[in-house]
């Protein structure tokens, strides 16, 4: 079965979902996030490293988006995403850039293996 868009995004494309969000601090806004995993086809790693990251600096709300190689693995990724909103996430799929990623990296994906949805609180580089 080829993944559908959510599957990529929660996966980690670098992944419409909703969460739970809970305030972070007195009158702070609360942050969204994501971290997956995700199995490219055997010897497809970097190719569908490559598409993950291309265009991931235009999309509004992203305050992170970091893809990693897992070391134990030569075909999986670890993406973890930090946004501003859950409905920044949710935007962020239907834009032009995020669409084509998806068609693109698609046939590369073998599996999801994990994802969890995060609500961060701080950290170096976030607000």
Avoid: N
């Amino acid at each position: 079965m080829t993944p559908d868009r959510r599957e990529v995004v929660t996966g980690s494309l670098a992944l419409g979902l909703a969460g739970v969000t809970v305030s972070t601090a007195a009158g702070a806004a609360p942050m969204y996030g994501l971290i997956g995993k995700m199995k490219a086809t055997p010897g497809q790693r970097d190719a569908l490293i490559g598409i993950l990251l291309e265009g991931v600096s235009g999309m509004p709300g992203c305050l992170s988006y970091v893809v990693s190689k897992a070391p134990d693995d030569a075909d999986a990724i670890w993406i973890t995403e930090v946004w501003d909103s859950a409905d920044s996430h949710k935007a962020s799929l239907k834009l032009p850039s995020v669409q084509a990623a998806i068609a693109k990296g698609r046939p590369l994906i073998a599996a999801f293996e994990s994802h969890v949805e995060t609500t961060p609180v701080g950290g170096h580089g976030l607000k």
